[in-house]
């Protein structure tokens, strides 16, 4: 920008320059054309003032005009000269006319013994300098009888002129001075806004869109800057919302529980998000413009991403891979449509169904159990049904046993459904949130659970044993509790000896949890089975469990209603010794 300071104040210099320049050229041309009128002016008026005094003296003799010349030659400071009709030369205040030759031909002569007033600006033969001439015709009786003429020499007049010249130019100066002082403050009225917007500009580049440029100057100048300025908060309004529409995208992008991958037409990664890393194990920041090849080692990946690209369309497949563990994954892949540089490239969006699959197979094998638990009784039941009806229900002591085998299987296809709709009502209740739990003291809900089991404990001589102190409290459901709790205590005195103990416990353990546990001194379950106990119809030893009324789904109910207090169940069994199931109930 100082650059601009100095071509303008330069420029407005040169003009002025010029302008004064021309300006004393015109003056000075006017001027000398001035001065010539005023020396012929003059010259003329000491021409008709000698002849007036030649014209009463033509009788003198030659030597006398002489002498008159050089008188008046004296007196003006002109040159004087006398010219006969013929063009002699008859006297001069500066040279012997006889030295002088004929004057007829000089074109001021000329004019004036034409009767008129001669001028002329040109080399004298006779003296030799540039003089100015004006001659006025000189009369006898009425008829020209020769010429007065009075001359100056041009150099006087040029020495005159140039002196007035050199004022001119030295009263120039300082307009000169003045303009060039002048012409640096205009440019820098001019330069020092712009130098302000340029700087202005530069920062709305850096980003600093709410800068605002303030600027005082000519009216161009300003509404140059107000532009500047609009312009920056149009820019800073679209570039809030792009990046708000951005941040969305990006959050949305983040926040995706699928993975999205985005790569370019040669397979190579454009764009992903967290969720691809977590899923495929790689670091999102470090991959970008990698080949996929390299960053996703799984042959099922590549292809899909290859059909993809091929088929141009959108493609969805399920596809399997194993990335530590088998992972099933619902894949969809569609060509991407935009951006030129993008055109082509795909996108890939994996959703993990891992969960899905394993609950349908879960689902499935469910139904396949009850299917086969219900099964059972209900053949046992036909079966008997059957036999009676061919006879054996006249068979008095075979019909009283096989009653008693359809009732025993009647209670049991009771026990199975009761536990199924209980665990039923059970995930309702825990998928509508309507499990409502409380403040409540624990000790009632174990002294409940243990009335429900006295008939069986006491059938088998085994004494429940219950240690819990009044004051303890957690937030549950008593109900629930109570249920799980007898589902333990059920299986406690079912696997144990008879005349065995079983201990029933509540207690504050130190990370704020209250921990209820039943313990016996039973069969035990061997380490291998721990892992499955709470799935539903999942038994240790199936005939003994049917034996003893077992439906294989009580673990599952505790399983369940502990889920639903936000606790954790716990299994601590060794085979031969005895089991403890705990219920861990945080605070
Ligand atoms: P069940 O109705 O068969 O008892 P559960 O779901 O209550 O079904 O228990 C599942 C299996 O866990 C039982 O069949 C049994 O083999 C084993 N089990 C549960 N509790 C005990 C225990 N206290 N001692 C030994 N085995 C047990």
Sequence with gaps: ?????????????????????????????????????????????????????????????????????????????????????????????????????????????????????????????????????VAVPVRKNGTVWGVARAALPAKLLDEQLASLRSRLLLAALPALLLAAVASFLLALRISRPLEEIEQGVLRFTQGSLHHRIHVVGPLEITSLSESCNRMAAQLDEQTAVLKKQLGLLESTFRSMAEAVIVTDRDGRLLRCNQAAGRLFGFDPAAVTQRDIQEIIRHADVQQFLERTLKNGGPTEEVIAVNIGIEKILNAHGCLLRGEIDQDGGALLVFHDITRLKQLETMRRDFAANVSHELKTPITAINGFVETLRDGAMHEPEDAARFLEIIARNVRRLHAIIEDLLALARLEQDEEQGQISLSWKAIKPVLENAAAVCTQAAEEKGISVELTCQDALKAQINSALIEQAVVNFLNNAIKYSSAGNAVMLRAEKAASDEVVISVQDFGCGIGREHHARLFERFYRVDKARSCKLGGTGLGLAIAKHIVQAHHGTIVVESTLGRGSVFSIRLPL
């Design 1 to 133: 920008m100082k650059k601009l300071l100095w071509k303008l104040c330069f420029s407005y210099l040169l003009l002025a320059t010029l302008t004064l320049g021309i300006s004393l050229i015109t003056a000075s041309f006017f001027l000398k054309q001035f001065y010539l009128d005023q020396a012929r002016h003059q010259l003329e008026a000491q021409a008709r003032l000698f002849r007036s005094s030649i014209e009463k003296n033509l009788a003198l003799s030659t030597a006398d005009i002489n002498l008159l010349c050089a008188e008046f030659s004296a007196e003006l400071g002109s040159r004087i000269t006398v010219i006969v009709a013929t063009g002699h030369v008859v006297a001069d205040s500066e040279k012997s006319s006889a030295e002088m030759d004929n004057h007829a031909d000089r074109p001021e002569i000329r004019a004036a013994l034409a009767g008129e007033i001669g001028v002329s600006l040109r080399r004298s033969h006779s003296v030799d300098k540039e003089l100015l001439y």
